[in-house]
């Protein structure tokens, strides 16, 4: 069994854990378009977006316990998790439209 706050701790973790993985391929593919390798670029760009769905299906695991009725703990901590997984997310935007522009100047 659990203690109180490490299972909240270990989605904080995972949303961190995400959120950075999806922020470190976005920024692979910006400097594979750079290269003009666009396969790779969109391989990245995928990975990032599988990275981001993973975090988002956290998020949204968490907003249906509380939506039930069931306590969520809501730390600082899964907070900053959050905004790790919302930075990721422009991140991952902003490649996709770097990338396109790579291909229209290339």
């Known amino acids: 069994m659990s203690k109180p706050g490490e299972e909240i701790m270990e989605v904080v973790m995972t949303l961190i854990m995400y959120g950075g993985d999806a922020r470190s391929s976005a920024m692979e593919a910006i400097a594979a378009a750079r290269n003009n390798d666009f396969e790779r670029a969109q391989k990245k760009l995928d990975g990032s977006v599988e990275a981001i769905n ?35 997310m422009t991140y991952h935007d902003l490649a996709e439209e770097i990338t396109e522009l790579y291909k229209r100047i290339n």
């Open 54 to 88: 993973k975090a988002h299906e956290i998020q949204t695991e968490l907003l249906a316990k509380e939506a039930d009725g069931q306590k969520v703990e809501v730390t600082l901590l899964l907070v900053h998790a959050g905004d790790h997984v919302m930075n990721a």
